[in-house]
């Protein structure tokens, strides 16, 4: 249960995927034996096979077995990614309003960046985004259909997680995978709530008949799927959480990089995005939690100084948070955690603009915060928008 583990565990499978990215490897690339990827990233077999559940979690890889057998290179499809927003987002009778919300922005933005003289009005989103040429709303707009056939039931996310009330586990997938699915489905069918106790590692090997090992990479599947937390110490074991945005991003970045979406597409979505998301967090206004964290921007005593790039995103993700719809806040951020793992050097970039632009960037930024907390929709767009050309002006334009 230890969270030093878990955090080993990603970051193997972050390098496993960033190799991937750098190489290019095409579909069906054998990255390597189990033997072969220990010696190269310098990790143990538990360790290793932890990274792996979680790329295959993600959809982006999975061990073969055989002579010829190895970690082959996949390409997840929308439901790896609908998934984890399924999990989220659709749970209540609030999932058709923030659908019917993030169908009208994507709308909105399919017709923005649509050529002139496009007549878009009447056709499907997904046509609609065919028409823009942009490959990055392409990919969301397949993602987000999937979403919404999920919602509607006619998706595949009943049948892609296994469905086992008698405690028996389909043949598919690593075992490890198996039994997570049946325990995804357990915890979404169940009466348990948010900080029950699901469970400890010992609880698992003795409910499937498994190792440790296995039970480990049970457990950071379910970690990668947003639904527990471990806790240390007296007590400690599997507890029960709502997944936030962090369960969505990696699989939502590992889907554009499947797609060989290029950065410079991407950048122009989450830049179209993020106008459309503080309008709407305009309009509807910010919670509480959210709106302390805009006063605190335009607090006189706040710093006028960034130090680095984590100074900068931290501000940066205190707007994005005002986002009132989940959804549009999911694909924001999976646009941006797919910028990073575009762009290696990209915190370095971050950095210097950071430390050279800082008073313009906080001034910006401060301008967005003030028209979302006026209700000022018009003006928060407008303001996001000179926020965004000094950005691309400094960091894109010269990257």
Not at 213 to 228: K, Y
Not at 340 to 361: I, K, S, V, Y
């Amino acid at each position: 249960m230890d969270t030093l583990e878990q955090k080993k565990a990603v970051t193997i499978a972050e390098s496993i995927q960033q190799d991937m990215l750098d190489a290019t490897a095409p579909l069906g690339t054998v990255l390597g034996s189990e033997v072969q990827l220990c010696e190269r990233y310098g990790v143990g077999r538990d360790a290793l096979r932890e990274a792996i559940r979680i790329l295959e979690f993600r959809g982006m890889a999975r061990m073969r077995r055989g002579p010829k057998g190895g970690l082959v290179v996949r390409r997840p499809n929308e439901d790896a990614v609908m998934r984890p927003l399924a999990y989220s987002y659709l749970q209540g009778a609030h999932a058709p309003v923030l659908l019917d919300d993030a169908r009208a922005v994507l709308t909105r933005i399919a017709s923005t960046l649509a050529p002139l003289g496009t007549e878009t009005d009447t056709e499907p989103l997904i046509s609609m985004a065919q028409h823009t040429g942009n490959e990055a709303l392409q990919a969301i707009v397949l993602v987000f259909e999937a979403l919404c056939a999920s919602a509607r039931g006619e998706g595949s996310l009943s049948t892609a997680t296994a469905r086992c009330d008698d405690g028996t586990l389909s043949s598919s997938d690593s075992r490890a995978g198996r039994i997570a699915r049946h325990l995804i489905q357990r915890i979404r069918m169940g009466p348990a709530g948010e900080g029950s106790r699901l469970g400890s590692e010992a609880d698992l090997c003795a409910r499937y008949d498994i190792g440790i090992p296995v039970a480990r990479q049970v457990i950071r599947l379910l970690e990668q799927s947003g639904l527990i937390v471990c806790q240390r110490g007296r007590g400690n074991g599997m507890f029960l959480r709502t997944p936030g945005i962090e369960a969505v991003t990696p699989a939502l970045a590992s889907y554009l990089v499947s797609r060989s979406v290029s950065s410079r597409e991407s950048w122009v979505l989450g830049q179209q995005l993020s106008i459309e998301t503080v309008m709407l967090a305009a309009s509807r206004r910010a919670d509480q939690a959210n709106t302390r964290s805009l006063e605190k921007l335009l607090d006189p005593a706040a710093p006028t100084v960034l130090r680095d790039a984590a100074d900068l995103l931290a501000i940066d993700r205190a707007v994005d948070r005002c986002t009132p719809n989940p959804v549009l806040l999911a694909i924001l951020e999976g646009l941006k955690a797919y910028s990073r793992l575009r762009n290696r050097d990209r915190d370095l970039a971050l950095t210097r603009f950071a430390t050279e632009h800082g008073p313009e960037f906080l001034a910006s930024t401060r301008a967005v915060a003030h028209a979302i907390l006026t209700g000022d929709c018009r003006g928060a767009g407008e303001a996001q928008q000179l926020k965004n050309q000094l950005f691309i002006s400094r960091v894109i334009q010269r990257s």
